[in-house]
């Protein structure tokens, strides 16, 4: 069935609890759900755990962890107690991954390859705490654009070259439409993350022109926007990659839908631009 | 001197006239001026020209040709005529270099490789116009958030694939700190345009966090952002570039402040932010 695959990221219908977001999918017939750590802390994971397995979901991922380019000792400190609890959530929730997301500069710092270099230590710090859990860490390159504050890692090369070191079981990377569409190696890139058995997350959502006032607020539903899906997800195919495909959609207007309809959308989105034609 | 080198781009003023920025530049010390067409357009090339001559300014850039990426008979034809026109400009100006900001996704397009196989395509078609102008065209990649609108050129890397076929006095590159800072290759891309003879033109800026709501206009004065100007610097300096140095700002809060107090603006933080310490 052309849904078996589809997820719904529960920050496209960001202001849906738990419950209401499993509804949501249920209703919609989406068998497969990416959680974000906020909204299961507000009803606990135990909870949360059991409205996804009531439902009969899978969940596609935790949202999520990283944040990891602290240079002080109590930075440092507070980002691996965070990761750890985060790969302990995702864990208990049976996530197929967590996805992190590095992060950026730390205030009033320019020192780039510095930062870089402290994702790859506190990588190094994580990956037993994850093998350990049986918890896949996915590293999730963002857009350029966010380099600065949100992830210093940009390229699935890059995202490649951190996990390089370890088991991809452990840690795998994010193939993300909205971040990739525009590097001119990212065909190549999946061809190689698949190779290593590298793909842990597959997500979809389209790149808006022009770009929205709030570039944290600059993606779209699936034919929104300039990206064109079917050679992406025939790429992410060929690899070999037979997960979820994750649907996360940061929009003011999406935020404010009725939450069914978001949904209905997105499935009828997911059928026209990004299935391959049947 | 210090100074010697350095270029005011006339976007930094761009409510100035080529007569206003001339002698901005004279006031404040900076030898060279990088043009726009339109201001230049307003007076006329042989007038600009003078003007620049009389002034004893260099002409470290014409700003620019480019958009090349139309797929229709008569946009091809639109973008190779103004092409040839600004290289036109460009030689009679006595630029070191016509600057191509290579265009967007045609309107209603998702195709992206096709678009930028037509980049390549145009530059073949206008090589020998500048060959015979002894014009050199500068490719600038732009950063990756302007893909889909303004130049499908994200990396250095992909620029110097492009100019790779050319000889490197007809074919150079733009090496931009604000569209290049984030990219894990630009220390290794820098030097190998260096050692190709390729960068034509090196400009200056900072990248603002937050990222202002228009996109277009995140460019700050050095020492307003997050680059860390040295190492790219330095970076440019080993690969034997030993052109100008030019500031290229857009942003509405430096656009509406008095042209003096820009340049010296200006100045100051070169010497402070961009320069090595002496």
New interface residues.
Partial sequence: MTLSRLSLNQATIKRATVAEAVAACVAAGVPSIGLWREPVAEIGVAKAAALVRDAGLRVSSLCRGGFLTAADPNGIAAALEDNRRAIAEAHDLGADCLVLVVGG?PPGS???QGA?QRVADRLADLVDDARHAGVRLALEPL???Y???RAVI??L??ALELAAPYPPEVVGVVVDTFHS????AVFDDIARAGQQGRIASFQVCD?L???P???LLARGMMGD????FPPLYAAVEAAGYTGDIEVEIFNADVWAAPFDQVVSTMVERYRRHVLPAP
């Fill in positions: 500069l320019r020192d780039l870089r857009h350029p654009i380099c600065a504050d940009s390229t090369g890059q569409w525009w590097d001119p790149f022109v022009p770009v006032s709030d570039v926007g300039v990206i064109d």
